[in-house]
């Protein structure tokens, strides 16, 4: 059973970030840096898919951009999830930001599945970020 009594925890202390949107909706998501110029460094948003290195997993819910997102960079968590995962599983950002199976060797991923889950449930996973080179 994914994420008993539907608890939701992370353990260890969040990096404050700023959004850099309206990410309400995106709380145990995996978060991305928003973009590369100057105007939207040090700014977050949800991960849009596997391409782009994830910094971890939103604890809070921003409900505007500029204002402070709790983005959780290691140790464990809980992740919202986009498809079926099993314990052991690297897991990377669909298009939403939820967590599901990487399937390629250059996919970035966020976390490891720590218990089986299907799309829609919140999972406890190991937060730890890197590339799936060779994995696969």
Known sequence: M?????????????HTRIAGADLSAKQYCF????GTTSASD??????TGATKPILGILGNMPNA??????????GEGCLRLGGTVYPGDLLTADSSGYGVKSTADADQYGAIALEY???GDHVNVKIVTGQAA???
């Open 65 to 74: 951009a500029a204002l402070p997102a709790l983005v959780f960079e290691e």
């Open 31 to 34: 978060m991305i840096n928003n």
């Open 134 to 136: 060779g994995t696969h």
């Open 2 to 14: 994914a994420n008993p009594g539907g608890k939701k925890y992370f353990s260890a202390t969040p």
């Open 117 to 119: 889950g299907v799309s």
């Open 42 to 47: 040090n700014k977050v948003t949800y991960g």
